[in-house]
């Protein structure tokens, strides 16, 4: 895969521009991909950030042509916060190309397989046969050791570790400065906190924290 996959030479829009965005952004413009504006309603229709126009929001999403266009989105995740997933999903039922971005900074190595929409930021490490799902994000630093294996719709956050062969179910978030041992299984929509030391199987839907990491509660009792 190369630095980027901006789908030709289709205009992309980046869909959100708070924190999370403004860092795609930068990746963005590094990669060398021009953005024709940004769509995030939050943020007043006409300001500029970082030199890109805000288009306006939903409302503006709405007059773009899946056929001609490419979308990136900026959302970021947190813990029990669906919107990226369910933002992704909706365009790709309207037909848009997700572009990937992969920051000049990152090491990647091959062979791997990657899916659509994936962000690997400044400093990440992605090694040797990993599998990235639709709409990863290998945050800052991260690093992804060989034969990982990374479901959709997955945060790995800032500084985190995975070792060796882990793997990590569809909507899991891994925090910040977490280590995950070798061989380990991270089950579907589990939450690992920031700066854990994983040396267990986690369970789908679950939260752990701590060095050695224990489980606190289920992720989707707490976010209820």
């Known amino acids: 895969m190369t630095r980027s996959s901006s ?4 205009p992309v829009y980046l869909l959100g521009c708070g924190g999370h965005g403004r860092v795609v952004l930068d990746c963005l413009l590094r990669c060398g991909i ?15 950030v970082d030199g890109v126009e805000v288009l306006g929001g939903d409302d503006y999403l709405g007059k773009l042509d899946a056929r001609t266009t490419s979308l990136c989105i900026g959302v970021g995740v947190m813990p029990g916060m669906p919107r990226r997933a369910d933002l992704f ?7 848009f190309r997700l572009v990937s971005v992969l920051h000049p900074s990152a090491v990647v190595a091959g062979p791997h397989e990657f899916g659509v929409g ?4 400044a400093g990440a490490v992605v090694q040797v046969g990993v599998r990235l799902g639709d709409n990863v994000i290998v945050n800052t630093a991260a690093s992804v050791d060989h034969d990982c294996v990374i479901g959709p719709d997955v945060m790995i956050g800032p500084g985190a570790v995975l070792c060796g062969e882990v793997s990590v179910a569809a909507r899991a978030y891994v ?11 991270i089950g579907e929509g589990a939450v690992i906190g920031a700066g854990s030391v994983v040396t267990r199987h986690v369970a789908a839907d679950s939260q752990v924290t701590g060095n050695p990491a224990t489980r606190r509660c289920s992720a989707a009792r707490k976010n209820a």
């Open 7 to 10: 789908n030709g030479e289709r």
């Open 34 to 48: 021009p953005v024709a504006g940004i769509v995030d309603g939050a943020l007043g229709r006409g300001e500029r």
């Open 89 to 95: 999903a909706d365009c790709r039922r309207r037909g």
């Open 118 to 121: 994936i962000q690997v930021l």
């Open 175 to 185: 925090g910040a400065a977490s280590v995950i041992l070798p061989g380990i299984r």
